[in-house]
């Protein structure tokens, strides 16, 4: 996935809404993932971040599924 947003750096100008909406997905994205692969604290925090995460990379989702076709 890093390297496909390599690849999508410096979008033409109609395509930069888009973009800020992806970038916004994929920071997402990496939260939930490091989350989920470098667990830490207690059960509660754990759980607490999970889902904070987890709501923050669906509504990036949603809101990028704007600019899907």
Do not use: H, I, R, W
Not at 8 to 15: A, G, S, W
Not at 60 to 67: D, H, I, P, S
Request: some cysteine; charged content about 30%.
């Amino acid at each position: 996935m890093k390297s496909l947003m390599k690849d999508l750096t410096n979008p033409q100008e109609e395509y930069e809404e888009a973009y800020e909406a992806l970038k916004e997905f994929y920071d997402a994205y990496l939260t939930f993932t490091n989350l989920v692969v470098d667990p830490s604290g207690s059960l509660q925090t754990f759980s607490e971040g999970f889902n904070e995460a987890d709501s923050k990379a669906v509504n990036c989702y949603k809101a990028m599924e704007l600019y899907l076709d």
